[in-house]
């Protein structure tokens, strides 16, 4: 696989009550996914899934996350949550802005996804952006198979927000890249950094002719 498909062991179950994400963009992705579903009792399961350990591994790729999940009915089924990738105006407006912000890029080295950012561009889904499929016969959207993946996503997230940027159509490697070359100081349009750096300096001016100024 390359890093712009990678995949992720399976969870192991969780016990305990209280939201299913710790991180404000995990929360996000949990609220986004409920606020578009269409049946609450198969959130309730979907839940009770993910909670349960009953999801395969995930696989994450520009606009595609995917997953099998385990059902005491029948199954395993193939879940999968599609998302838009940024279009390239988007792009360009989120790294202006995280390179012209140095506490941005330190924030998103550090795993931490500044708010700033996602609310710039549409980083975390929607109200119908997040776009569930599954090949159960269950109609739902999402249906429990679909939900356990968008909740065990939103532990992916929690961990590393780098994540939601693949979804979203770039990789870690390259959105840093990019970072880098926006804030790596410029020498001269049109010359390279070996030419600049093969350059002579003019010699400095003799002290002896420089006659200060009189006020």
């Known amino acids: 696989m390359t890093d712009r498909v990678r995949g992720f062991p399976a969870f192991p179950g969780r016990s305990g009550r209280g939201p299913f994400a710790r991180t404000w963009w995990g929360r996000a992705w949990v609220q986004a996914m409920e606020d578009t ?37 029948d199954g395993p089924f193939h879940a999968v949550l599609h998302l838009a990738e940024l279009s390239t105006t988007d792009w360009e407006l989120l790294l202006d802005r995280a390179a012209d912000h140095a506490g ?29 499929d599954c090949d159960c016969p269950g109609w739902e959207l999402p249906c429990r198979h679909a939900a356990a993946l968008s909740f065990q996503v939103a532990w992916l997230l929690d961990a590393d927000p780098f994540l939601l940027l693949l979804a979203r159509g770039r990789t870690e490697a390259e959105v840093l890249d990019d970072l880098g070359r926006r804030t790596a100081p410029r020498v001269s349009v049109g010359v390279s950094a070996a030419e600049a750096y093969a350059r002579e300096l003019p010699p400095l001016p003799d002290p002896a002719a420089f006659t200060p100024r009189r006020r």
């Open 37 to 73: 579903a269409l049946d609450l009792r198969q959130l309730r399961r979907g839940r009770q899934y993910a909670a349960a350990g009953l999801v395969g591994p995930i696989t994450v790729s520009p606009g595609r996350i995917s997953a099998t999940a385990e059902d005491a009915d």
């Open 104 to 132: 941005h890029l330190a924030a998103l080295l550090d795993r931490h996804l500044p708010p700033e950012l996602a609310d710039l561009v549409p980083l975390l889904p929607g109200i119908g952006d997040l776009d569930p």
